[in-house]
Each structure stands twice: as structure tokens, then as C-alpha cells.
């Protein structure tokens, strides 16, 4: 049976009227209906997983990319030390600490903080 016949018999069943049955048909009548019941209520268990699934999903890859932001920030900043460290300049001038600093506080999701470093 497919889906859509499984779905027609059980709308026949609930114009079904349980007390007019016999016993051993209604104690079958009422096993069918509690395992569509329960069915129904699988059906819908599974589409809630699916869907907290996919909002995890959907988080867990905006995370990755703000920690792939950050590492840019880090790989940044280790490429403005390592150049201090090749010229041997030990001394640092307030712009390179106020641009330093402008660029740590920068919103990483801010495109024109990206294109101007």
C-alpha cells in the first residue's frame, strides 16, 4: 500500500462509529487507530528533528565562518609582527597602534574594516 491509500482507509475508519461493533472488531478498530495515532505523532517527532536539525546546521556553519574571520584577524595580526620582527623595528608609532587597534575593534562582519586592511 502506498501512502495515499493508507491515508483513505483511515479517513473511512473515522466515520467508523466504534460502538456499533463487535467486540474483536472494535478491540481491532481501536489497535488501528492507536498505531495511526502513533504514527501521526512519529511523522511530526521526525519532521521537528529535521528541522532542529537544519537551525544546527544552519548555526554550527555561521560559527565556522566567524571563527574563519577570526583566524583571518589572528593570521593579520602574526604577518604585522612578523614584519616589525624582519625590519627590526622595535619602536612603534602611535599610527600603528591606533590602526592596531581600530582594526581589533572592528566588526569582522564589516566589509569596508575588511577592505581597508
Known sequence: MNEEEIQDILEELHLV????????AKK???AIM???DERDELQ???????????K????ATAFESKV????E???KILDFIN????????EVSMIDLMQIEEWLKGDPNDKTNKENN
Open 83 to 90: 614584519a616589525w620582527k624582519k625590519e627590526e623595528m622595535f
Open 34 to 36: 492507536s498505531i495511526a
Open 28 to 30: 481491532l478498530f481501536e
Open 44 to 54: 511530526q517527532e521526525n519532521k521537528q528533528l529535521k528541522e532542529d536539525y537544519n
Open 56 to 59: 544546527v546546521v544552519h548555526e
Open 17 to 24: 462509529r466504534p460502538e456499533i461493533l463487535q467486540p474483536k
Open 68 to 71: 574563519y574571520e577570526l583566524e
Open 73 to 75: 584577524r589572528i593570521n
